[in-house]
């Protein structure tokens, strides 16, 4: 089948690669110039394991194409996703200029019927303007369907959960286009859940929404293991035993952030309020998760006493591990807290620093994770990357003005931190 997919970022490239690895034929369409060069070099413009390889095995079998040219994309294939980003502005609502520009794009290339599939995170009824808009533009009031296909992947682990998805949902206005949707997921093998466009929709915010709230309900826990002595990873191991609860997304941290959860909470309450809805449920999941960010970098300010002029090393920028990718990341964050309290700063991430070069200056990017520490009065680990686990510790405590370490991740046993002479401190326990 033909596919194009209209937004190469970390979604798009990832459907575009991960379905010619089925067999399709795919053209990825981005409106970045550079981005579509660097990839036509056989270059990657995002760290996502195994995606370098795949994405140069289907290229090679002549699968995967790239391109700058949304027409030309359009015209070579049937199905055309929308994966372009749809950021957060102020009021939390989402900006959807992109959207409606690549609908309007789409329009006016189209001169065959299409199914025109929106990938990227949308409010509910965003298919209807969609299709308006199609209508409206399309010149030669050429057929089409207008399909909500929400994704699911998780970056880091964005091949796997693309090849070996728990479900794909497709909401659809008619059942002219499920057959071939059908088809089109056949390499898959995984449930394909019809349902309304509304529906499908609703489905991707309030799946984001639930799993923010799981993590801000297991930190509001901890504040109380603090509080009592308790253990939250007993607690999470004890109540995630239940199949009813489940334990993933049970761990306490510094707060979540990302280019999603937090940008999808938000437009869930902002949609909800749109809708007569007042979702203070989702509001109190924001609050517990600053709350959590304000209580950790309490914990260091109150026990280095004196925060200015202090070097603090930090170990993780990305906003989870296994990515790049440093939107929104509670790292980045906490560093720029730590600078405004007067800290020098000393940082590493696995894959994040280039990215993290743009927009957190004025800090030391050290390149090797054992010689963060150097010079610093404390460490603080802000992402679980699992390669902190293997940190060189006794060089560390010898580096370390005194040995102290913030855990905002929970990386470390308490109890082996302590015989080995740190002061550590990690969250709910
Ligand atoms: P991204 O910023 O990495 O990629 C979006 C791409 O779209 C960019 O390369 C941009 O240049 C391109 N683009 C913008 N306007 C365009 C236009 N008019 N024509 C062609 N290309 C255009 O974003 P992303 O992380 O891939 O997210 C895309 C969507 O998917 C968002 O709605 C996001 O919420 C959703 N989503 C993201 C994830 C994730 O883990 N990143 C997971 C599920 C859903």
């Known amino acids: ?79 055309i996703f929308i994966a372009v980003s749809t950021p957060p502005q102020p009021d939390g609502s989402l900006d959807l200029s992109f959207v409606e520009k690549v609908s309007r794009d789409i329009a006016s290339a189209m001169t065959s019927y299409k199914i025109i599939l929106d990938k990227s995170t949308v409010p509910v009824r965003t298919g209807e303007k969609v299709a308006e808009t199609i209508g409206r533009f ?61 529906s499908a929709e609703l489905i991707k915010h309030a799946a984001n929404s639930f799993l923010a709230l799981k993590i801000s309900y297991i930190n509001a826990v901890s504040v109380l293991c603090e509080a009592t002595g308790a253990n939250v990873q007993e607690v999470a191991h004890g109540m995630g035993m239940d199949p009813r609860i489940g334990r993933k997304f049970l761990d306490a941290s510094l707060g979540f952030g990302g280019s999603c959860f937090p940008k999808d909470l938000s437009a869930f309450i902002a949609t909800s309020e749109m809708l007569g809805y007042e979702f203070g449920l989702l509001k109190e999941v924001q609050k517990i998760n ?36 440093v939107r929104n990341s509670p790292a980045i964050d906490l560093c720029k807290r730590l600078q405004r309290a007067g800290a020098r700063l000393r ?75 740190f002061l550590y401190k990690g969250i709910g326990r």
Not at 292 to 318: E, P
Request: aromatic residues 8%; contains cysteine; hydrophobic residues 40%.
């Open 290 to 325: 600053l709350g959590q960010m304000d209580r950790f970098v309490k914990k260091i300010t109150d026990t280095l006493w004196v925060v200015r002029d202090k070097t603090i090393g930090v170990l993780g920028l990305a906003f989870k591990q296994d990515t790049d990718d």
């Open 138 to 198: 399309s010149k030669g009031k050429v057929d089409f369907d207008v399909v909500s296909n929400p994704e699911f992947l998780r970056e880091g682990s964005a091949i796997e959960d693309f090849m070996k998805p728990d479900r794909v949902v497709v909401g659809v206005s008619s059942p002219r286009p499920v057959e071939a949707l059908k088809a089109l997921y056949a390499p898959f093998d995984a449930p394909v859940i019809v349902t309304s466009i509304e």
């Open 1 to 79: 089948m033909k596919i194009t997919i209209i937004g190469t970022g970390y979604v798009g490239l990832v459907t575009g690669t991960c379905f010619a690895e089925g067999g399709h034929e795919v053209t990825c369409v981005d409106s970045d110039v550079n981005k579509i060069k660097v990839l036509q070099q056989g270059g990657m413009p995002i760290y996502e394991p195994g995606l370098p390889e795949l994405v140069k095995k289907n290229v090679a079998a002549g699968r995967l194409f790239f391109t700058s040219n949304t027409q030309e994309g359009v015209e070579r294939s049937d199905f």
């Open 347 to 421: 940082v590493h991430d696995p894959q994040a620093m280039e990215k993290a070069g743009a927009i957190l200056k004025d800090v030391d990017y050290v390149a090797d994770m054992n010689e963060v520490a150097e010079g610093c009065d404390a460490l603080v680990i802000a992402t679980e990357w699992p390669e902190f686990k293997k940190l060189d510790l006794d060089r560390a405590r010898r580096c370390l003005s005194h040995p102290i370490i913030f855990d905002g991740r929970n990386l470390f046993d308490p109890v082996e931190m302590e015989r080995l002479g």
